[in-house]
Each structure stands twice: as structure tokens, then as C-alpha cells.
């Protein structure tokens, strides 16, 4: 009988070996495929774009019949996407800060509400940009609004809402009970606990907002009805403002091939500013969570 | 039964420990707290009595009635999940957040009613040090670990921040080793440097007592011996109470000894009748290792 044993054996530990190689080449092919993709996108933009693109792109505001092929540039987009980024993302944060850490500190780990609270956000998270932006249309038409770069701000940061409240939540959920109690026994009340709870979860909330600006800054959607599109610079929050999104999404309708090469040019610009926001956070993140334990 | 009676390394004898206690029989003042214990508490300042704690429908404290003396090294013991660290943290009132929670009876600290509505919370807490078993230094540097309490009960001057910081680090014997790094990371201590830390962190915003929560489990040898030493030197002007699962530890600085069981106490008293002279059955047999 040992010797069946030992038989038996080996060729359990010979299928151990293979399951572990067959695995292994399994999630090598697919980061390779996401890579490839990325890389395929990004040779495509490129490849379109950088015959396109010169100073003028990117410093004048479109010039009459731009979109038939005429001078000009996309300036206008660059600076109302920026613009829409920067107001929704602080808004953003000002509103979604105290909403974790009420979730987080104030109510209890199996409170009711907040059960209710995330289950809700988790579904805001779901809900298509265009119905934001419908939304937020009917509200305008009712007030009596026009298209304005108030309005694309405020549907973006409905937007980008549940993705700070969601992403942020992920992290202080983990908050250590032994901080806060830590904190609370040097005599802290909740409210002082702020200072200790936003340090620990200083990356989380980097990362929301490298997601929200990623989401911000991508969104057609949810602009086309709130923000408008224009071809000059926005220096009101009551007038409209155009966006890179729309920009592309112009541009690509045209049937001039020309005009089509500079769609991928304002693509290459957005991935370049979202690339610097990038950078920018995880530097200003590092910054933040050196002391974090 | 064997002599449990281990001597504390710390200090120089027993009878010097308790001369204490055949003083305060000599010169027992008119107002001495009647403990039923004999007059072995000179004095308390926190008193428990008829405490229940219910979490979720559990009896998890029953009926505790409690005298903490002043100024000394009190050792709770017992098995695990006897109430220890809920009594504990019953003091500072931090089991207020957990889910469930019902108390009756009453905690007096300087003849205030913790419980009591009209009584601050926060102010309770600053008046209890607390050190957790896992050293948990805040997000912060070094300089501002020490420095946020006291910036949080209103202490804005730089000079007198500085100068608290330093005190507090010579006070847990840390000055020396991080003078040169203030500004650098907490977490970036040792283990046993932090839970020094953490002490020193509780001691800057003036408690009156120091409690600890098996404060020294997590810890080596080294570093658990250093926190030992330290509790001595502090119980001079401060009232510290230790929840400890390590016998020996209590053996080696209890100079007063609770003994819990399944939240109940069972014995309380000096840490010299406590091991060598235990009056009930349970408490002798927790001793003898029959069970822990």
C-alpha cells in the first residue's frame, strides 16, 4: 500500500504544479491585454493627433468655421473643462468630507442609516451622466435657466459625489477603533477627532479625487444640456462654457478629415491635463500621508 | 500552597512597599473612607458601586462594587472575557459608542458621578490616561503627537507647547532617544518607543489617572520591563490602573489587586493578602493556574 500512497501523491503534487504554472500564464496573458489595449488607445490618439496639434490648439479660442476646417483652436474647451474640474471638485469635497465622517464617526459601525446612506450612494454611483444631466436640465427649464458654466458644475459635482462619498468610505470604514478612541481619551469630541481621522484617510481621499477629476473631466453626458457648448471663454458662472468632451465629440462629427485628426489632438490634450492632475495628487498625497500609521 | 509572593525587582523590599498600610492604621484621619476591606485605602478619588453593564442584552458587569486607591498601581485580573477591559473602559466612558450599551449604578471621580448627565464627557476623559495594548501613536509627528491635546485644551503658545513636549518625553525616558527627530513620523518608532509615546501623549494633557489595557502585551521584554519601571515612577503622582492577563506583571507592581471573574469581582485588596493570603476559593485557584 505506501507505495499506491506515494503514487498518489506525486501525481497530486505533479497537478499542484501545473495548476500554479497554468494560473500564472493566465494572469500574465490578461495584464497583457489590458496593457495592449491601453497601449493600442494611446497609439491611436497619437497617431491621429500630434500631426494636429500645434501651438494654436491650445491657445486661441476657435476662429470662425473651425469646424469646417478653419484657424482657431479649442482654448475655450480647455479652459470651461477646467473650470468645471476645479468648481465641482472642491464642491465636491466640501460636501462629501463631512458625509464620511459623520458615516464614519458619528453613527455606529451597524447603524441603520447609514446602511440606507451607502446602499444609496452605491446606486447614485450607477446612474448614467445623461440622467444627471436631464435632470438637472428639467430643474434648470423650471428656474428658468439657460445652459451655464453654474449649471455644468453643479450636475458634475451631483456626479462626482457618490464617487468621493463611496471611494473615501472604503478607507475610513478601516479607520483604526483604537485611533479614535486613542483620540477620544485625550479628551477629543468627535468633532476634534477631524484632524486625526482626515490624516489617516489623507490617501483615500486622494484617490477620490484622482477618480472624480478622471470622471469630471470625461463627462459629455452630463454637460451637453447643463454647460452648454461655446466658442468663447466663460467669465461668468452664469454663461455658458464648452468642454473637451464635447470638443472631441464636435469635432469627429465633422465629415472633414482634417477636423477629425484635431478631435484626437483635444483627446491628446485630455489625456495629457488628466495625466498632470495625476501626478500632481499622488505627490500631494505622499505629502499628506507620511505620518499615516 | 505555595507562596506566590514574587519580589518586585523594581524596588527595594516589601515591607518598604507597605509600610504604607501599617501608617495610614496608625494615623487613620476621622474622614477615611470605611471600605470594609480594613483601612487599607488611604484614599480614593474613584468609586464604583452597584455597576451593571448590559451589551445587547449580556450581562457583562455584575453588581460591581469598587474602590480604586489614590496614587497607587491597581492590577485588574482574571480570565478572559471577565469584563476587565469593559470596566475599564467604563471609566473614560468609552464604551458609550458601543452598540447596545446599558449601564446603571455609579462611577464617582472626585465625587462626580460619571454618569450624570450634567457631567462632561470630555473632561472625564482628559482626567483618564489611556494606553492601549497596541501602541497607537496619531498620524502626526512626534513633536505634534505630544503637542495635540494640549493644542486642543486651548495651549497655543510655542514656548510653552515646546517645553511640555520635553517634559513629557524625560518623563517616559524617550527625550534622549528622539530629541534629534521631532518633526519626523510617529510611526516610524519602535513598537515599545511608541507605547512610550503614547504614555507620554496622555501625560501632557494633566490626567489624574493612568489606565492601561494590558498595555504592555504587545510588547518585548525590553520595552514591557521599561513601561513596568516607568508605571512605578509615575504611581507618585498618578493613580494607575493596569488590566493585565500576566500574573507576574501584577506580582511584580500591583500594590493593589482586583480579581474578576465572569464580570463580577471576586476579591479586591492589597496585592500582598491578594497572593498570599487570597479569602476566597476562586481567586486561590485562578492563582494557582487552575484555570486563566
Not at chain 1, 123 to 136: D, E, Q, T, W
Not at chain 1, 240 to 269: C, E, G, H, K, M
Not at chain 2, 63 to 74: A, F, Q
Not at chain 2, 153 to 179: F, S
Amino acid at each position: 500500500m505506501p507505495c499506491l500512497y506515494n503514487n498518489r501523491k506525486n501525481i497530486i503534487m505533479k497537478f499542484k504544479f501545473i495548476e500554479e504554472k497554468v494560473a500564472k500564464v493566465l494572469m500574465i496573458v490578461s495584464s497583457i491585454a489590458v496593457f495592449a489595449f491601453v497601449l493600442n488607445i494611446i497609439y491611436t490618439i497619437f497617431r491621429r493627433g500630434i500631426p494636429a496639434l500645434n501651438w494654436d490648439m491650445i491657445s486661441k479660442i476657435p476662429a470662425g468655421g473651425y469646424y469646417n476646417g478653419g484657424g482657431g483652436g479649442i482654448l475655450n474647451a480647455i479652459v470651461g473643462s477646467l473650470y468645471i474640474v476645479l468648481g465641482s471638485t472642491i464642491l465636491g469635497l466640501l460636501i462629501s468630507i463631512p458625509v464620511v465622517f459623520y458615516l464614519n464617526v458619528y453613527l455606529k459601525k451597524d447603524s441603520k442609516l447609514a446602511y440606507v446612506a451607502r446602499l444609496a450612494f452605491d446606486i447614485l454611483f450607477g446612474i448614467p451622466s445623461i440622467v444627471y444631466g436631464a435632470f438637472a436640465f428639467t430643474i434648470m427649464i423650471f428656474l428658468g435657466m439657460h445652459t451655464s458654466l453654474g449649471g455644468g458644475i453643479l450636475v458634475i459635482t451631483l456626479l462626482i459625489i457618490p464617487i468621493f462619498i463611496r471611494s473615501m468610505d472604503e478607507v475610513a470604514q478601516h479607520l483604526p477603533k483604537d485611533l479614535l478612541d486613542a483620540t477620544y481619551a485625550l479628551g477629543a469630541t468627535k468633532l476634534e477627532t477631524i484632524k486625526v481621522v482626515l490624516r489617516q484617510i489623507a490617501p483615500g481621499i486622494a484617490t477620490a479625487t484622482l477618480l472624480s477629476v478622471g470622471r469630471a473631466i470625461g463627462d459629455a453626458a452630463g454637460v451637453m444640456f447643463t454647460a452648454g457648448f461655446t466658442d468663447s471663454i466663460p467669465t461668468s458662472l452664469s454663461q455658458p462654457a464648452a468642454t473637451l468632451p464635447l470638443s472631441v465629440f464636435f469635432q469627429l462629427s465633422s465629415p472633414n478629415a482634417d477636423v477629425q485628426d484635431r478631435a484626437y489632438s483635444a483627446a491628446l490634450i485630455l489625456i495629457f491635463i488628466v495625466l498632470v492632475i495625476s501626478i500632481l495628487g499622488r505627490l500631494i498625497t505622499n505629502y499628506f500621508s507620511k505620518h499615516k500609521i | 500552597m505555595k507562596s506566590f509572593l514574587y519580589r518586585n525587582p523594581t524596588r527595594a523590599s516589601w515591607a518598604e512597599d507597605y509600610s504604607f498600610l501599617n501608617k495610614s492604621s496608625k494615623e487613620k484621619p476621622d474622614d477615611d473612607i470605611d471600605t470594609g476591606e480594613g483601612d487599607r485605602i488611604k484614599k480614593s478619588y474613584l468609586k464604583v458601586s452597584g455597576l451593571n453593564i448590559h451589551i445587547n442584552k449580556t450581562h457583562i458587569l455584575k453588581n460591581v462594587d469598587l474602590e480604586i486607591p489614590d496614587k497607587k498601581i491597581t492590577c485588574i485580573i482574571g480570565p478572559s472575557g471577565c469584563g476587565k477591559s469593559t470596566l475599564l473602559k467604563t471609566f473614560n466612558r468609552l464604551i458609550d459608542d458601543t452598540e447596545g450599551v446599558k449601564y446603571q449604578g455609579s462611577i464617582l471621580v472626585d465625587d462626580t458621578d460619571i454618569f450624570d448627565k450634567q457631567t462632561e464627557i470630555t473632561e472625564i476623559r482628559k482626567k483618564m490616561g489611556l494606553l492601549s495594548q497596541r501602541p497607537c501613536p496619531l498620524p502626526m509627528s512626534i513633536y505634534d503627537n505630544i503637542a495635540f491635546g494640549c493644542k486642543m485644551h486651548g495651549e497655543r503658545k510655542k514656548k510653552k507647547l515646546n517645553d511640555i513636549v520635553e517634559k513629557q518625553l524625560k518623563a517616559v525616558g524617550l527625550w534622549e532617544e528622539v530629541k534629534t527627530r521631532l518633526n519626523a513620523s510617529a510611526s516610524k518608532l519602535s513598537i515599545g518607543q511608541q507605547q512610550r509615546l503614547c504614555l507620554a501623549r496622555g501625560l501632557a494633557v494633566e490626567p489624574e489617572f493612568i489606565l492601561a489595557d494590558e498595555a504592555t502585551s504587545a510588547l518585548d521584554p525590553i520595552s514591557s520591563k521599561h513601561i513596568e519601571e516607568l508605571f512605578v515612577k509615575l504611581k507618585q503622582d498618578y493613580t494607575i490602573i493596569l488590566v493585565t492577563h500576566t500574573l507576574r506583571q501584577a506580582l511584580r507592581i500591583a500594590d493593589h489587586v482586583v480579581f474578576m471573574y465572569l464580570g463580577e469581582v471576586i476579591e479586591a485588596g492589597s496585592a500582598d493578602e491578594i497572593f498570599n493570603n487570597p479569602k476566597q476559593e476562586l481567586t486561590r485557584k485562578y492563582l494557582e493556574g487552575a484555570f486563566s
